[in-house]
C-alpha cells in the first residue's frame, strides 16, 4: 500500500508517523461484486462466495470475513474490527481487518487506485519476453466457441439422457455387450485396427474428435442444467499437446456439493456409456475401419481418459471430484502449505504455527495427498522432458529437456531451499535439526569421499576351451565309444556313424570312373576318336575329385576329439541304429583347467580397470562359491556385438542390446547372432583367469558378476564424469 492509504504524512516535514489503524480509510468494495451462499464450513459454521463477473473468479470466505465485509462502510479498521466485536460473538483485532484488505486488493475487489499497490502489481506481472514464452509454451488456452446461448437453447433435449431410464439402458447396453464380447474374447482382444490408410486415419482421428466433444458436453450441459454458466469451450494446450476444456467455474456458485460432484464427473460418465454401446455395436458390425473405431471407444479411449482424468493429482476432473469430495477448496494450495510446514518441521523442529488446521483424519489424508502429487509429478515431468527432448530437433530438444527440468523440478525445490534459508535465524538447537545435520554430513560424505573401489563387471566363467560335436551329414549311429565325464586325448575316436546315401553315392562314384577309363583305354587303343580323349580325361578327373570328397566325408562319420579334455552332455538316447542330423550335438568336450572369466566393463569404468588388477566372481547360482580371479587383458576398443548371448539382455542378461536381425553375408549362424546383439552403451571385453588354477573348470558357461579392484571414486565424481560424457555426445552435431 501507498504512503496515503496507511495514513502517513508524506511532505518533508514528516516526522511521526499516524498509527494507520486509527487514520486510514479502507476503499469500498466493488459494486458489481456478488456475495452468494455457499457450503458451511467443516465445524458447520457459514461460509460465503465472492463472484467477481468481470474476470468469473470466485473467492471463499469464512464467517468471521463475512462479518468483517458486512461493515465495510464503516471505514477504518479499528472501526470494523469494534463494530464486529460488539454486534456478535467474533472478536476481530484491527489487523485482522487490514489482513482481509490485503486479501480483496490484491485480488483487486475494492475501489480506488492505490498508485503504489497498482504499480506493484503491475510490475509483478511484467515478464521478459522469454519467461512469456516459457508460459505459453507449458501451457495456453485458446477459447474457440462461447456456447452459453447455445446450450440454453438445447439444454431440453438432453433432458432425456439424465433420466433413470437412460440409466437403466447404458447398464443393460454395457452387460450385453460384455456378454457378447466375452462369447467372442479371442476375436475382441485381438481386433485388427484398420488405421493405416489414410480413410482409417480419417475415421480414427473423427472417432477421437467426436469422443472427447461428447466428453466436454456432458460437462457443460450438466453445468447448465443447475443454472451454471459456460462461457467458454476450446482447445488447451499442455507442452504443446492438445486437449479440449471447458470453462465450468461457475459452479462455485452451487451451494450444493453433490451437484458440483455431477458436474466434475459428467465428461467421464458420457465417455463410460459411449464405451458401453460401442461394446455392444462391435459385436454386429463388420470387420473393417468402423469396428476398430467401436473397439477403440470401448477399450483405449474411455481406458486413457479415465487414467489421466480420474488422477487428482494434477488440474483435471479427478482433482475437483477429490477436492469437492473432501470439500477442501483449493486442494493442492492447501495441501502443498501443510506438507511443507510439515517438512520443515520435520527437518528443522521450527516449532512454527500449523498454517491451518484441520481434523486428524483430514490432516493426515492431505499430507499423504501432498506427498504423493510431489512424486507423481517429479516422474511425470521427468518423463516429459525425456519425451521433448525426443520429439523435438536435437538442439531444440536438448534446450526444451533444461527448461522442464529446471522449471518444473529444479524451481521448486530451489524456491524452498530459499524459504529454509530465510528461516536460519529461528534455528535453535534441537533433536530434529541434529538429524537433520547429521544426515545431511554423511549424505555428503557418502558423495564427496571415495567409498566405492571396485568395479561390477557382468561375466561368465568358461572352459577355457571346449568343442561341439555334430554329424556331417545326416547319418546313422553304428558304435558310440564314449561315456559323459570320460577324459579323452586329441585324436581319440568317440562316435562311428554310416550314411548310406554317401555309401551309395560313392559306389555310383566308382562305375563312372571305371566306366570312363575303360573308354579313354579302348580309345587309346584303336587310336580312334584321339580328339575326345581330352573330354574323358576331363569327365575323369572330375569323378576322381568327386570320389575323393566322397571319401572324405566318409572319413568325417567317424568322429575324434578334436581337443583334449572331459566329454560332457552326451544323451542317454545315443545309441547304435538312431539317425542324427548336423543340428543335433552329440555331445561337447570341455578342456581341462580352471577355465577364464570374460565379461564386458562400460566405457565409464573402463579407465579404472587395470590388468593384474584383483576380483572376485560372484556367481548367480546362490549355492556356488565366489572365485578370486585376476584380469588378465582388457580390449581398448569397443565391441561391436556382444560374442556372449547369456550377457544380452534379450536372453535374461544385464548388458542392454538391440538386436538387429539381418542377413547372414556368408557368416555362420553363431556369428551371425553375436552381430545382431549390438550393445545399447559402449562395452569393452574384459578376460580374467582364477587364481586357482587346480580347480576343474564349468562343463557349462555360468553367469555372475566379477567385482574388480579399481581406483576408488565418490559418488558425485562418477556422477559428474557421466553427466559430462552424456552432454559431450549429446551435444556432438
Not at 508524506?10 to 508517523?17: E, L, M, S, Y
Not at 558423495?447 to 554329424?471: K, N
Amino acid at each position: 500500500m501507498g504512503a496515503a492509504a496507511i495514513g502517513m504524512t508524506t511532505g518533508p516535514a514528516a516526522v511521526t508517523p499516524v498509527d494507520p489503524m486509527d487514520s486510514v480509510r479502507l476503499p469500498p468494495l466493488r459494486e458489481e461484486l456478488h456475495l452468494l451462499p455457499a457450503p458451511p464450513a467443516v465445524d458447520g459454521s457459514p461460509c460465503w462466495t465472492i463472484h467477481d463477473p468481470v474476470r468469473n473468479r470466485y473467492f471463499r470466505i469464512g464467517h468471521g470475513a463475512f462479518e468483517v465485509i458486512a461493515r465495510w462502510h464503516h471505514g477504518s479498521p479499528r472501526a470494523i474490527a469494534a463494530t464486529v466485536a460488539a454486534e456478535t460473538v467474533l472478536q476481530p483485532e484491527a489487523e485482522d481487518v487490514v489482513t482481509l484488505y490485503k486479501f480483496l486488493a490484491a485480488n483487486n475487489l475494492t475501489q480506488g487506485a492505490d498508485v503504489d499497490f497498482l504499480a506493484k502489481q503491475t510490475a509483478a506481472r511484467r515478464t521478459s519476453w522469454w519467461m512469456w514464452l516459457l508460459h505459453n509454451y507449458l501451457f495456453f488456452r485458446i477459447p474457440l466457441v462461447r456456447p452459453d446461448a447455445f446450450l440454453d437453447a438445447t439444454v431440453r433435449y438432453v433432458a432425456p439422457f439424465y433420466s433413470r431410464g437412460w440409466l437403466w439402458t447404458v447398464i443393460g447396453a454395457g452387460v450385453l455387450g460384455l456378454i457378447l464380447a466375452m462369447r467372442q474374447w479371442d476375436s475382441f482382444a485381438h481386433t485388427f485396427l484398420h488405421f493405416f490408410t489414410l480413410e482409417g486415419m480419417a475415421l480414427y482421428g473423427l472417432t477421437l474428435l467426436v469422443t472427447k466433444t461428447l466428453h466436454e458436453l456432458g460437462h457443460a450441459y450438466t453445468a447448465k442444467r443447475f443454472g451454471c454458466r459456460v462461457p467458454t469451450m476450446g482447445a488447451a494446450f499442455l507442452v504443446m499437446w492438445p486437449v479440449l476444456y471447458t470453462d465450468t467455474s461457475d459452479a462455485w456458485r452451487l451451494v450444493s456439493r453433490r451437484a458440483r460432484l455431477h458436474i466434475a464427473a459428467a465428461g467421464m460418465l458420457t465417455e463410460l456409456a459411449l464405451a458401453a454401446f460401442a461394446t455392444l455395436a462391435w459385436s454386429f458390425l463388420p470387420d473393417g475401419p468402423l469396428r476398430s473405431a467401436a473397439f477403440l471407444v470401448a477399450t483405449v479411449s474411455w481406458v486413457t481418459t479415465l487414467t489421466i482424468n480420474l488422477s487428482p493429482f494434477m488440474r483435471f476432473d479427478g482433482y475437483y471430484l477429490l477436492a469437492d469430495a473432501l470439500d477442501v477448496p483449493n486442494l493442492q494450495d492447501r495441501a502443498f502449505a501443510l506438507a511443507r510446514w510439515r517438512l520443515r518441521e520435520w527437518l528443522f523442529g521450527l516449532g512454527e504455527e500449523v498454517p491451518e488446521r484441520f481434523d486428524p483424519w483430514m490432516h493426515r489424508v492431505l499430507l499423504a495427498y501432498a506427498f504423493a502429487t510431489w512424486v507423481y509429478r517429479l516422474v511425470l515431468f521427468i518423463g516429459i522432458a525425456l519425451l521433448v527432448y525426443h520429439f523435438f530437433i536435437k538442439v531444440l530438444g536438448i534446450v526444451l529437456f533444461a527448461v522442464e527440468v529446471g522449471w518444473f523440478i529444479l524451481r521448486p525445490l530451489c524456491n524452498e531451499v530459499a524459504a529454509w534459508w530465510e528461516r536460519r535465524g529461528s534455528l535453535r538447537p534441537n533433536r530434529n535439526l541434529l538429524m537433520t545435520l547429521g544426515g545431511l554430513t554423511a549424505l555428503v560424505w557418502l558423495a564427496f569421499v571415495p567409498v566405492t573401489g571396485t568395479i561390477a563387471v557382468p561375466s561368465v566363467w568358461r572352459a577355457e576351451g571346449f568343442s561341439t560335436l555334430f554329424a556331417p551329414a545326416p547319418s546313422r549311429i553304428v558304435e558310440v565309444l564314449v561315456q559323459p565325464g570320460q577324459r579323452v586325448a586329441a585324436g581319440d575316436l568317440l562316435f562311428r556313424l554310416e550314411a548310406p546315401e554317401l555309401t551309395s553315392r560313392l559306389q555310383q562314384s566308382e562305375l563312372r570312373i571305371a566306366l570312363a577309363q575303360d573308354r579313354i583305354d579302348r580309345m587309346l587303343a584303336a587310336r580312334d576318336g584321339l580328339d575326345r580323349v581330352r573330354v574323358m580325361e576331363e569327365d575323369l578327373a572330375a569323378g576322381l575329385a568327386d570320389r575323393q570328397g566322397l571319401l572324405d566325408s566318409l572319413a568325417r562319420l567317424e568322429i575324434r576329439a578334436p581337443i583334449a579334455g572331459k566329454v560332457v552332455d552326451v544323451a542317454d538316447s545315443l545309441r547304435p541304429g538312431r539317425w542324427v542330423g548336423p543340428s543335433l550335438a552329440l555331445g561337447q568336450i570341455v578342456a581341462d583347467g580352471g577355465g577364464e572369466l570374460v565379461g564386458y566393463v562400460a566405457e565409464n569404468d573402463l579407465i579404472r580397470v587395470a590388468v593384474g588388477a584383483g576380483a572376485v566372481f560372484h556367481a548367480d547360482d546362490p549355492l556356488r562359491p565366489r572365485m578370486e580371479a585376476r584380469v588378465t587383458a582388457v580390449d581398448r576398443v569397443s565391441v561391436k556385438g556382444l560374442d556372449i548371448p547369456a550377457l544380452a539382455s534379450t536372453h535374461g542378461g544385464p548388458i542392454a542390446v538391440e538386436s538387429q536381425a539381418g542377413p547372414s553375408m556368408g557368416r555362420t549362424n553363431a556369428e551371425a547372432a553375436r552381430a545382431n546383439l549390438k550393445p545399447m552403451e559402449a562395452v569393452y571385453r574384459v578376460t580374467l583367469a582364477p587364481l586357482d588354477r587346480t580347480q576343474a573348470g564349468p562343463a557349462h558357461q555360468m553367469r555372475g558378476v566379477a567385482r574388480v579392484d579399481g581406483e576408488a571414486r565418490s559418488l558425485a565424481d562418477r556422477f559428474w564424469r557421466t553427466a559430462l560424457a552424456v552432454l559431450i555426445r549429446e551435444t556432438g552435431f
